[in-house]
């Protein structure tokens, strides 16, 4: 006996798109290419033009519930077993994208941190190294304490096994109530 949930027609199968936050979501490049350019828009204008250690604070606390919200937002669509090397992407392209934003600041001479003063051309590789060594140390620190509270819910959760009938799930019967 054939199971039921295997249709004789391939038609039977109904096609389904993904929403636009859902198919944003699932790519390391449309989750970690606009928090980057954000945060160095963030920095830039805190830096700037903030003469307050809170309003500088808070720009400090802003960005990072917006780095590590979009990283779990990205790491929620993959099994836990995959997210180490998601963890390294989304921390390379968050860079990349500081960097690329780094370099128009430069052009523009608007980038308030290099060396000594305004940053330069010569900056920029050191920016980078610098902004990839404190993005991937609180993203993989932060991936590892995520994972460990996902696998320890997980275990916590009873397991439910639906007992097989033979029967589509539709067609079972409500359950009664004692």
Known sequence: MRP????RETHVFP??????????????????????????VLR???LTSSQSTAATASALVLGAVLLLGMLTLYLANFPVRRWPWRVLAFAAAETAAEIAVSAVLVA???EPLGTTGRAVWAD?????????E???????AFALVLALVVQ?????L??????????????HPPPTAP
């Open 124 to 132: 920029l590789p050191t920016m980078a190294l610098t902004t990839l």
């Open 4 to 7: 039921s949930f295997f249709p």
């Open 152 to 156: 320890l819910v997980r275990r916590m």
């Open 15 to 40: 096609a389904f798109e993904v929403s636009g936050w859902r198919a944003l979501s699932l790519s390391v490049v449309g989750m970690a290419v606009p928090t980057g350019v954000v945060l160095r």
């Open 158 to 171: 009873p397991r439910h096994t639906p007992q097989h009938t033979g029967q589509h799930p539709a067609q």
């Open 44 to 46: 830039a204008v805190t």
């Open 134 to 140: 404190w993005r991937l140390a609180p993203l993989a």
């Open 108 to 110: 523009l001479r608007r």
